[in-house]
């Protein structure tokens, strides 16, 4: 008998503070994940980005980054992970502690209690100078974000996807990149930097995520004891705007000296999270292209021999779907004949049914190792909160099992191809 | 079965040897949903050149064939492989190395026909020349992909820079033209020398009961007829001690350039226990000197010569071994420059044995985290076991190393003879 996740239970903390606990003896680490959000802007995505470099250099207790190195080396190697990320029109400042747990150590040292601590100071008491971000160390993470940026480039897949976003939702607030925009980081200062901060702290949603070797009311209690800074709450992130009438398909293409194309071919799905045929979206992207038994895979790599890869991809809370391939230059036209073939396969509703039981029989076991993974959970229960529908893997499953074909082509009707980008040789500028 | 238990980290394995040679592993995940299973061979893309089996003949078979063969094992006469794990709810998949090839499945029901699936089409070949020339185009596409990542191009080049003849020089996957070569005989003659289940381990991870997988995996056995195969002879060329290359420098499109700086160890033929003894001290002097929470990691890192990228690794194998690191930088020369005078230095002063014993520590913890993930502690497994070792030998040389011996290890090993670099420079668009 397959046992689902155990439940997150949730705690609101006096100051606010959204806490989820996951009892586990599962796993041997402590995981505690927290997230700041924001609203997607240019600019508040580069000072997040910002953020998330600069609180990785240094606390209070822990003031340089070769201390804080250390200190998390002599926790067993504790792992300190910041970084941004978008879900929807939503922009995520994420800290994450992962522990190795007590009871596998032959001295303890009283690990999680001062790891917390460690977390807590990353957090709240960030290394300063004059009371605001070092200016040394904001100067050399302003290079590290204008290098992350323009190193977007040197993976030509993630460069090829993200410039496709940026063209298919130009003038909408997901066309922001994750890391911002090379013009702000210039004029931020350690002082703007600072208030910015602070001002996250004090209004902005925040929730923590607790995953471990510990039951609830320990759990509680100690995030209590650490995390009982004073803030006043109250920021309302607007909901993603989804839905968008596709009057023209946009074709862009870019030109460098690779050794393969990239086609992406960006879709609206019109299918808000909270609507009722989001599973069924779900199951259309499984049979379409997420998985080696899937129309594309099928299609484009196994039959034609034209890429190594093509799939698809959902972006649930902005309900976008990608398609994605790397092919060579001269197979532009086919591979995008082909993949157009397999989007209409699925609105006329030529699904077998093995195409159809196999996706969800994929999916529900995807669901299910999800129990077994802290940081897939976590991110998947929070996609839930921000859409104000969490669902439990249980439920998750029920909404799988019950998608029919006519689920699937009702909402293959909706989705719409928005945008296709190549990314192309240079060599072959001007010749098409 | 056998058990083999660690008190520290209260964890087993359960293992049996088959008599046809196959060994078979597992390890119990209660509460995991997950079922994984990796069916591996002792065969990567190094072994091109080989003693055929009972005809005492040596061929060179193209390079890249290993990875093929990798590639074409999903395909069977009734179809795809990976349709018949689908209808399971499982998926499968497989990665070549330089010296092993490795087949896996996840599952959460259905578990023993997914397990019966994996032991049948890894030993079931069925190449025709039709399913080997379809092939071709889906790894020139492959092929080409790697060919734009930079971070793989700087390591290949790299090597190729380190090594003359030694076939750790030549890509995993081989070039376009090399797998224009490859025929199905060639695949069959591959297949029948380094598949045969002596030369292969089976592991099994989840919660599952061993008995029961182990009378699963006897039954699938006793119906195949496997002949009995002597010693396979591997045909390695005399490395010399030099590197080939002091330097190799490409233009990619990328926005900065990368460095890869590289230590050839000549001190290689170890197996077992004085090869892990090997791998971890040079791996944990490499993070004492190296590592975040060192003098040299913060002087780079403030100069804005590295950024989080920024790593090494100890690639290490019974015949041929090398240090490596590096990342993007804005002055490969500089950066090239601090990273000699800081493990000079290291070599001169000796490890601080402080950062030595953060570093056993950080080492433990992560033996420990990768319990956790049933892929990474099947890899961390396979990659032990072909080296005649595993997880709880390497907690204990963790545990029992002494500064000293890493000390010793890496004068001799991190010279200046020894060292070549790679660097991609950018290429902007015309």
């Known amino acids: ?432 | 079965m056998e058990r083999l238990t660690d008190q520290t980290l209260q964890e087993t394995f359960y293992f049996n040897t088959l008599p046809s040679g196959l060994k078979v592993y597992i390890l119990r995940r209660p509460g995991y949903n997950q079922k994984y299973a990796t069916f591996a061979t002792h065969y990567g893309s190094i072994d091109s050149h080989f003693v055929v089996p009972g005809t005492g003949e040596a061929v060179l078979v193209p390079d890249g064939i290993a990875h093929f063969l990798e590639h074409k094992m999903f395909e069977e006469e009734e179809g795809n492989v990976f349709d018949r794990f689908a209808r399971l709810g499982a998926s499968a998949n497989a990665y070549t190395e330089y010296t092993t090839t490795t087949y896996l499945f996840s599952a959460t029901d259905n578990f023993e026909a997914g397990l019966e699936i994996l032991l049948d089409f890894v030993q079931r070949p069925y190449f025709t020349d039709e399913n080997v020339e379809k092939e071709k185009g889906i790894i020139e596409q492959e092929i080409r992909m790697y060919r734009d990542m930079p971070r793989w191009r700087v390591q290949e080049n790299l090597l190729e820079a380190l090594y003359h003849v030694h076939p750790v020089r030549i890509n995993i996957a081989g070039t376009v033209d090399s797998i224009r070569l490859i025929t199905k005989e060639l695949l069959y003659q591959c297949y029948r020398t380094f598949y045969h289940p002596s030369n292969m381990v089976l592991l099994v991870v989840g919660d599952v009961d061993p008995e029961k997988v182990w009378e699963q995996v006897v039954a699938n056995q006793s119906r195949k007829d496997f002949s009995h195969q002597p010693a396979i002879r591997r045909l390695y060329p005399q490395e010399p001690p030099t590197v080939r290359q002091k330097e190799i420098v490409e233009e990619m499109v990328v926005a900065r350039p990368i460095l890869n700086l590289g230590f050839k160890d000549n001190d290689t033929g170890y197996a077992g226990r004085p090869l892990l003894e090997k791998e971890v001290a040079v791996s944990l002097g490499l993070a004492a000197i190296l590592g975040k929470s060192s003098d040299l990691y913060a002087k780079i890192y403030e100069e804005g010569l590295i950024d989080e990228g920024f790593g090494f690794d100890y690639m290490v194998e019974r015949d041929y071994a090398a240090a490596i690191m590096g990342g993007e930088t804005k002055d490969p020369q500089r950066l090239q420059d601090l990273l000699l005078e800081g493990i000079r230095q290291a070599q001169e002063r000796g490890i601080d044995p402080a950062a030595f014993e953060r570093q056993r520590r950080k080492a433990i913890g992560g033996l420990i985290s990768l319990f956790n993930s049933p892929e990474e502690l099947a890899y961390q497994f396979n990659h032990l076991y072909f080296r005649e070792t595993n997880l709880f030998e390497y907690l204990a040389v963790l545990e029992e190393l002494e500064v000293e011996d890493v000390n010793q290890r890496l004068r001799r090993h991190l010279s200046p003879e020894n060292m070549a670099v790679s660097i991609i420079k950018p290429k902007r668009s015309k």
């Not at chain 1, 790891?115 to 971000?133: H, K, M, S």
């Not at chain 1, 050794?259 to 799905?269: D, V």
């Not at chain 1, 004949?337 to 159809?356: F, P, Y």
């Open chain 1, 1 to 432: 008998m397959i046992v689902l996740a155990e439940e997150f239970r949730e705690h609101v903390l006096k100051n606010g503070l959204r806490l989820y606990v996951q009892s586990t003896p599962k796993f041997k680490t402590t995981i505690i994940n927290l997230f700041l959000h924001q609203n997607l802007t240019d600019q508040n995505a580069t000072k997040d980005a910002l953020l998330a470099y600069i609180l990785r250099r240094g606390s209070e207790s822990a003031p340089t980054t070769q201390i804080l190195a250390q200190r998390l080396e002599e926790l067993y190697g504790a792992s300190l992970h910041t970084d941004v990320f978008k879900m929807g029109e939503r922009h995520l400042l994420s800290l994450r502690l992962d522990l190795v747990s007590e009871r596998f150590l032959a001295h303890p040292d009283d690990l999680l209690r001062r790891g917390l601590a460690l977390f807590r100071d990353v957090l709240t008491r960030p290394a300063l100078e004059g009371g605001v971000f070092r200016p040394d160390y904001l100067q050399q993470e302003k290079d590290t974000l204008r290098r992350t940026i323009e190193g977007l480039i040197n993976d030509k897949g993630q460069y090829a996807l993200t410039r496709c976003i940026e063209e298919m939702c130009r003038g909408e607030p997901y066309a922001t990149f994750r890391y911002g925009k090379l013009e702000e980081i210039e004029p931020v200062t350690t002082e703007d930097l600072y208030q910015y901060y602070q001002g996250i702290l004090q209004v902005n949603p925040i929730d923590i995520f607790l995953v471990g070797d510990l039951d609830f009311d320990t759990a509680v209690g100690l995030i209590e004891g650490t995390f009982q800074f004073p803030r006043e709450g109250g920021l309302e992130i607007p909901p993603t705007q989804v839905e968008k009438t596709v009057t023209e398909i946009k074709r862009v293409t870019d030109y460098e000296d690779v050794n393969q194309g990239k086609l992406i071919l960006g879709y609206r799905t019109n299918v808000p999270y909270t609507d009722p045929d989001l599973f069924a979206l779900v199951v259309y992207n499984g049979i379409l292209g997420a998985f080696p038994h899937s129309k594309l895979f099928l299609n484009v790599r196994e039959k034609a021999s034209l890429a190594y890869y093509a799939n698809s991809r959902l972006e649930t809370t902005k309900g976008l779907l990608f398609v994605s391939s790397g092919i060579e230059f001269a197979n532009f036209e086919r591979a995008l004949d082909i993949i157009q073939e397999q989007v209409a396969d699925m609105v006329s509703g030529r699904i077998s049914d093995e195409e159809l039981d196999n996706t969800k029989r994929a999916l529900i076991t995807q669901l299910k190792e999800e129990a077994d993974s802290p940081g897939r959970r976590i991110v998947s229960q929070l996609e839930g909160l921000i859409n104000g529908r969490p669902l439990s893997p249980a439920e998750e499953m029920r909404a799988i099992e019950k998608t029919t074909r006519e689920d699937v082509v009702r909402v293959a009707q909706r989705v719409k191809l928005d945008t296709i980008y190549f990314l192309d040789s240079s060599q072959r500028r001007g010749r098409h």
